[in-house]
């Protein structure tokens, strides 16, 4: 069964500084691979995703994912931090070649942005 | 495009009562997602729809729960017989078939059972 692990329940940078925050999948097969954002009382919006093609994949507001098949991870970064990313992050998968195209989400990482 | 909407947005009921949500899609998208994301975890996949049919649930959905999606527009999640351990937000997302399109998610409607 497919599952995904955020390191890091809570991640706290300085506004400016770097942002990486940890997402490792365990799958039989590489799985299509996602982050979401969620703002407080907010859905979910998708930042970036990964299916095929180009391991490092660009997003909305900056952000960047690589796509590390021996390492089965996906991590996300951003160079400088604003405040206004401060925010709930969720990496999810997705399994290849299941049609129905469910999400397994990880438990999430909030990112806090000091000033 | 006005996005995913649920309703409502927010409902509190006391243990034993019967409650039921809608999730109206973005109204091209022929697939309809429902997650559960209870405090502090990544939302959890509940059931879908392709069109009007049911293509698959998870074990997570007791037989106290059931979802419709009558002509293959708006969904209904109904709860009977609600218990203290439903209180979650329940979400709803909805996509173009394929899983390299994005599933587009409404604002949940967040559950109290007291």
């Known amino acids: 069964a497919q599952s995904v692990t955020q390191l890091g329940s809570h991640v706290s940078v300085s506004e400016g500084a770097l942002v990486l925050l940890r997402c490792n999948y365990s799958?039989?097969?590489?799985?299509?691979l996602f982050w979401y954002v969620q703002y407080p009382n907010q859905g979910l919006q998708l930042l970036l995703k990964?299916?095929?093609?180009?391991?490092l994949v660009k997003g909305i507001n900056g952000f960047e994912a690589e796509f590390k098949k021996s390492e089965t991870s996906f991590h996300l970064t951003k160079p400088s931090a604003h405040m206004s990313d401060a925010a709930e992050y969720f990496c999810?998968?997705?399994?290849?070649?299941?049609?129905?195209?469910?999400?397994?989400f990880g438990q999430g990482t909030e990112l806090s942005v000091k000033p | 495009d006005t996005g995913v909407s649920q309703n409502p947005r927010h409902k509190i009921t006391k243990r034993g009562q019967n409650v039921t949500f809608r999730c109206d899609p973005i109204?091209?998208?022929?697939?309809l997602y429902w997650y559960r994301q209870t405090l502090g975890q990544g939302p959890e996949f509940l059931t879908y729809?392709?069109?009007?049919?049911?293509?698959?649930k998870s074990r997570l959905l007791s037989d106290r729960f059931s979802a419709e999606r009558p002509k293959g527009s708006f969904s209904t999640l109904e709860i009977q017989r609600t218990e203290q351990g439903d209180s979650a937000m329940y979400l709803c997302?909805?996509?173009?078939?394929?899983?390299?399109?994005?599933?587009?998610f409404g604002p949940g409607t967040r559950l109290t059972v007291t």
């Open positions: 997302a909805s996509s173009l078939t394929g899983v390299f399109y994005e599933q587009y």
């Open positions: 799958s039989s097969v590489p799985p299509y």
């Open positions: 990964y299916t095929t093609g180009a391991t």
């Open positions: 999810a998968v997705s399994e290849r070649g299941n049609q129905g195209g469910k999400l397994i």
């Open positions: 109204s091209e998208h022929n697939r």
């Open positions: 729809f392709q069109n009007e049919a049911q293509l698959e």
